[in-house]
């Protein structure tokens, strides 16, 4: 398949300018700034962290270099190529949805903040599990020593599920959901049953997963199978919407970790739009319409370094998601074509006095919020440290009702739009991106990026050279490369109940002995029958969620049929 | 060991094994500080993601390192790090010693460091800090 490329943009970029504008430009560097600045040494590189020049001024002369054309690069919000934005009133009408990542310990202990989270105001829940449920394994595994409840909830089985929203019903929020990257038909199914328990019709509420195996291999390390039948699997969950829940968002592809790995958010942004399209594809070839599909997916972008690059960076993605959508998935309905995103709210977090990440992840969730983001999370200024403790929970959902209500931030839509410097950085960005695209394309594709070790070079280099521009002071950091501090980790971060961990394996045993082990054997069996013969696999899963068959015991299935994936030592 | 060079016997690198030990699959930093150590001259291996600490003490025998790094950002360190040292130590492996770095409170590092592992360098430690240690403390440079 081709890479579509935006008609165009860049033609004109190397010829002379000649207008009006451009020469008063050329004439005021000459003569105004120029001799202001002789003799000034530049205080710091004057580059974005994805590598363009910043200029001093931009102008209308730009616009006419990125061969600028409103009504074919912007139009108007809700409408193709939604450059402006993915709905038609954005913030006026239709609020981002302020939303909370969380979880620790046991459902119990856990339940108890998810109610403190919605008594002030969250809207959406995303449940964070700990590194055993999201590598399939239960808390009584050996791999789960010293893991279980430690960087989120423990989940083994829908026993658990049941505790942690108890007290709060699926529907009482906008949406509820979790990451489950490498387990996306489990915890599909988990949120699937949990609806059943509650007497709540699927069609009532809305669940949104992560379930992008593929950046795990690239970025974020909890994958379990091979690439190519995790995703495989990562779609069947997408399918299953299709049929039972075409309300749920079951799939949000990742430029977040892949960014925050080194790839820049440009790559990044290339190399989650080309996972994208494998799952995309994969599901095609199932014979399903791009019309059917497309809506049911969210994008994640990321930028955290450069507030009007991460402006930017979104449009750009709203724009190249909708022309690869209509011009060469052949979709024609506006839902396939309007791009919906989530993102998470970062700056660039600091070990050192972490109060001061309070301002740093506001301005770099302002800057999402400006690009017109649907769905918006914030990190906590202890985030880099440990699970935020409810304190700084509170702060950053605080900071989000800030930015989502005063200042007048939401107020005009796509308030920088027209911009000489965002119109730029978009224009720019989306040529990155494309090039980036075109890139992985000619390697194969996106699994391609992962086998060749493309998407691994790309990242090391990156974090090497953002290492290297920390060091050097290119790039300042206050705390870290100016008024340096000693990084620390107070002793005041966030500790897990030490008693939730035996909590857990007595609840896992519990349900172990008590669950109908026929109902279980024979749910295991169509596991297995439904994975070996290449169905969709969550009907099965389901049925096994519904028996109480544990997290660990369907992942073993897979392990047995697909094998594990080889961690690479490259570096 | 080498034949000697120029009338001078060629000194041994400095040889690291950066591990991650554990299902944490952050492993960036640890990336990076492979990176900065072999561009600093050394001899790095690297143990790739979720080893146990078994897979991490068999690797640095065979690989007969000095030091083995050891990257943990998921809070694990007050059960995995005690392990590896006792792990070494059952292995006749005394005389490798042990790195840690990631996101550790400070109130955790006197109790590592009482367990056997030699330096803690939190997330943010400027490279050439974690050389300069290594060049040090390694006693055949």
Same mark, same amino acid.
């Given at each position: 398949?081709?890479v579509?490329?935006?008609?165009?943009?860049?033609?004109?970029?190397?010829?002379e300018?000649?207008?009006?504008?451009?020469?008063?430009?050329m004439?005021?560097?000459?003569?105004?700034?120029?001799?202001a600045?002789?003799?000034?040494?530049?205080?710091?590189?004057?580059?974005?962290d994805?590598?363009?020049?910043?200029?001093?001024?931009?102008?209308p002369?730009?616009l006419?270099?990125?061969?600028?054309?409103?009504l074919?690069?912007?139009?108007?919000?809700g409408?193709?190529p939604f450059?402006?934005?993915?709905?038609?009133?954005?913030?006026?009408?239709d609020p981002f949805?302020?939303?909370?990542?969380?979880g620790?310990?046991?459902a119990?202990?856990?339940?108890?903040?998810?109610?403190k989270?919605v008594e002030?105001g969250?809207?959406q829940?995303?449940?964070?599990l700990?590194l055993?449920?999201?590598?399939?394994?239960?808390s009584?595994?050996?791999?789960a020593?010293?893991?279980?409840?430690?960087?989120?909830?423990a989940?083994?089985?829908l026993?658990?599920?049941?505790?942690?929203?108890?007290?709060i019903?699926?529907?009482?929020i906008?949406?509820?959901?979790?990451?489950?990257n490498?387990i996306?038909?489990?915890?599909?199914?988990?949120?699937?049953a949990l609806?059943?328990?509650?007497g709540?019709?699927?069609?009532?509420y809305?669940?949104?997963?992560?379930?992008?195996?593929?950046?795990?291999?690239i970025?974020?390390?909890?994958?379990?199978l091979?690439p190519a039948?995790?995703?495989?699997?990562a779609t069947?969950?997408?399918?299953?919407c299709?049929?039972h829940a075409?309300n749920?968002?079951?799939?949000?592809?990742?430029v977040?970790?892949?960014?925050?790995g080194?790839a820049?958010?440009?790559?990044?942004?290339?190399?989650?739009?080309s996972?994208?399209?494998?799952?995309?594809?994969?599901?095609?070839?199932?014979g399903?319409?791009?019309?059917q599909v497309?809506p049911?997916?969210?994008?994640f972008?990321?930028?955290?370094?450069?507030?009007?690059?991460?402006?930017?960076?979104?449009?750009?993605?709203r724009?190249?998601?909708?022309?690869?959508?209509?011009?060469q998935?052949g979709?024609?309905?506006?839902?396939?074509?309007a791009?919906r995103?989530?993102?998470y709210?970062?700056?660039?977090e600091?070990l050192?006095?972490?109060?001061?990440n309070?301002p740093?992840?506001a301005?770099?969730?302002l800057?999402?919020?400006?690009g017109?983001?649907?769905?918006?999370?914030?990190?906590?200024y202890d985030e880099?440290?440990?699970?935020?403790?409810?304190n700084?929970?509170?702060?950053?959902?605080?900071?989000?009702?800030?930015?989502?209500?005063e200042h007048g931030?939401?107020?005009?839509?796509?308030p920088?739009g027209?911009?000489?410097?965002?119109?730029?950085l978009?224009?720019?960005?989306?040529?990155?991106?494309?090039?980036?695209?075109?890139?992985?394309?000619?390697i194969?594709?996106?699994l391609a990026?992962?086998?060749?070790?493309?998407?691994?070079?790309?990242?090391t280099?990156?974090?090497?050279?953002?290492?290297r521009?920390?060091?050097?002071g290119?790039?300042?950091?206050?705390?870290?490369?100016?008024w340096p501090?000693?990084?620390?980790v107070p002793?005041t971060?966030?500790?897990g109940d030490?008693?939730a961990?035996?909590?857990?394996?007595?609840?896992?045993?519990r349900?172990k002995?008590?669950r109908?082990?026929?109902?279980?054997?024979?749910?295991?069996?169509?596991?297995?029958?439904?994975t070996a013969?290449?169905?969709?696999v969550?009907?099965?899963?389901l049925?096994a969620?519904?028996?109480?068959?544990?997290v660990?015991?369907?992942?073993d299935?897979?392990?047995r049929?697909f094998?594990?994936?080889?961690?690479?030592?490259?570096? | 060991?080498?034949?000697?060079?120029?009338?001078?016997?060629?000194?041994?690198k400095?040889?690291?094994l950066i591990?991650?030990?554990?299902?944490?699959?952050?492993?960036v930093g640890?990336?990076?500080?492979?990176?900065g150590?072999?561009? %600093?001259?050394?001899?790095? /291996?690297y143990? &790739?993601?979720?080893?146990?600490? *078994? @897979?991490?003490?068999r690797?640095a025998?065979?690989?007969?390192?000095?030091?083995?790094?050891?990257s943990?950002?998921?809070g694990?360190?007050r059960v995995?790090?005690?392990?590896?040292?006792?792990?070494?130590?059952?292995?006749? %492996?005394?005389?490798?010693? /042990?790195?840690? &770095?990631?996101?550790?409170?400070? *109130? @955790?590092?006197?109790?590592?460091?009482?367990c056997?592992?030699?330096k803690i360098?939190?997330?943010?430690?400027?490279?050439?800090?974690?050389?300069?240690?290594?060049?040090?403390e390694?006693?055949?440079?």
């Amino acid at each position: 398949m081709n890479v579509i490329k935006p008609p165009g943009t860049f033609a004109s970029a190397q010829t002379e300018p000649t207008s009006d504008v451009a020469l008063e430009s050329m004439r005021w560097k000459k003569e105004t700034l120029d001799p202001a600045a002789a003799g000034i040494k530049d205080r710091k590189k004057f580059v974005t962290d994805t590598g363009l020049p910043v200029e001093p001024l931009y102008t209308p002369a730009h616009l006419e270099q990125i061969n600028f054309d409103y009504l074919r690069d912007l139009g108007f919000p809700g409408e193709y190529p939604f450059t402006r934005g993915d709905r038609p009133g954005m913030n006026r009408t239709d609020p981002f949805v302020i939303s909370a990542y969380s979880g620790f310990g046991d459902a119990e202990a856990c339940n108890r903040r998810f109610r403190k989270l919605v008594e002030i105001g969250t809207e959406q829940i995303l449940v964070a599990l700990d590194l055993p449920t999201q590598c399939g394994y239960d808390s009584d595994h050996e791999m789960a020593t010293a893991e279980v409840g430690n960087v989120g909830v423990a989940i083994d089985t829908l026993a658990d599920m049941e505790i942690l929203f108890d007290g709060i019903p699926a529907d009482s929020i906008k949406r509820i959901g979790t990451l489950g990257n490498s387990i996306g038909p489990i915890v599909l199914a988990l949120y699937a049953a949990l609806g059943e328990k509650q007497g709540i019709a699927w069609s009532r509420y809305t669940v949104n997963l992560q379930n992008d195996p593929l950046k795990e291999y690239i970025a974020r390390g909890t994958q379990i199978l091979p690439p190519a039948p995790a995703a495989k699997l990562a779609t069947d969950a997408v399918a299953w919407c299709v049929e039972h829940a075409p309300n749920w968002s079951p799939m949000t592809v990742c430029v977040n970790h892949i960014n925050a790995g080194g790839a820049g958010s440009s790559m990044g942004t290339a190399i989650a739009l080309s996972n994208a399209r494998h799952y995309i594809n994969l599901l095609l070839a199932q014979g399903y319409t791009i019309d059917q599909v497309a809506p049911l997916l969210h994008m994640f972008p990321d930028e955290r370094h450069d507030f009007f690059v991460s402006v930017a960076n979104l449009r750009a993605l709203r724009r190249i998601w909708a022309r690869m959508m209509k011009e060469q998935y052949g979709a024609t309905k506006p839902e396939a074509m309007a791009c919906r995103t989530t993102v998470y709210g970062h700056g660039q977090e600091a070990l050192a006095e972490p109060l001061n990440n309070i301002p740093r992840t506001a301005f770099g969730t302002l800057a999402y919020v400006l690009g017109g983001a649907s769905y918006v999370y914030l990190a906590g200024y202890d985030e880099a440290v440990s699970t935020p403790n409810e304190n700084s929970a509170r702060v950053a959902l605080r900071t989000l009702q800030i930015l989502a209500n005063e200042h007048g931030f939401t107020d005009a839509i796509d308030p920088l739009g027209g911009s000489y410097y965002v119109e730029t950085l978009t224009a720019q960005g989306e040529r990155q991106i494309l090039d980036g695209m075109a890139q992985i394309e000619q390697i194969g594709g996106a699994l391609a990026a992962i086998s060749t070790g493309f998407a691994r070079r790309v990242m090391t280099e990156g974090a090497v050279r953002r290492q290297r521009a920390i060091d050097s002071g290119d790039r300042p950091w206050v705390t870290v490369n100016k008024w340096p501090e000693k990084p620390d980790v107070p002793n005041t971060a966030f500790r897990g109940d030490a008693q939730a961990e035996t909590r857990q394996m007595a609840r896992l045993a519990r349900v172990k002995s008590t669950r109908d082990q026929k109902r279980v054997k024979t749910a295991l069996a169509e596991v297995e029958r439904a994975t070996a013969e290449d169905r969709n696999v969550v009907p099965s899963v389901l049925e096994a969620v519904r028996a109480y068959v544990t997290v660990g015991e369907i992942v073993d299935i897979w392990r047995r049929q697909f094998g594990a994936f080889v961690p690479s030592t490259d570096f | 060991m080498s034949p000697p060079t120029n009338g001078q016997p060629q000194r041994r690198k400095i040889r690291v094994l950066i591990a991650k030990v554990g299902l944490d699959g952050h492993d960036v930093g640890a990336r990076v500080v492979a990176r900065g150590l072999l561009d %600093a001259g050394m001899e790095v /291996i690297y143990t &790739g993601l979720r080893r146990t600490n *078994e @897979d991490v003490v068999r690797a640095a025998i065979e690989e007969d390192v000095d030091w083995v790094g050891v990257s943990i950002l998921s809070g694990a360190h007050r059960v995995l790090l005690p392990r590896l040292r006792k792990l070494l130590d059952e292995s006749g %492996a005394n005389d490798i010693r /042990i790195l840690a &770095g990631g996101i550790i409170p400070q *109130e @955790d590092i006197p109790e590592l460091q009482a367990c056997g592992v030699d330096k803690i360098f939190l997330s943010g430690t400027p490279i050439a800090e974690i050389v300069d240690y290594l060049v040090k403390e390694t006693k055949h440079v």
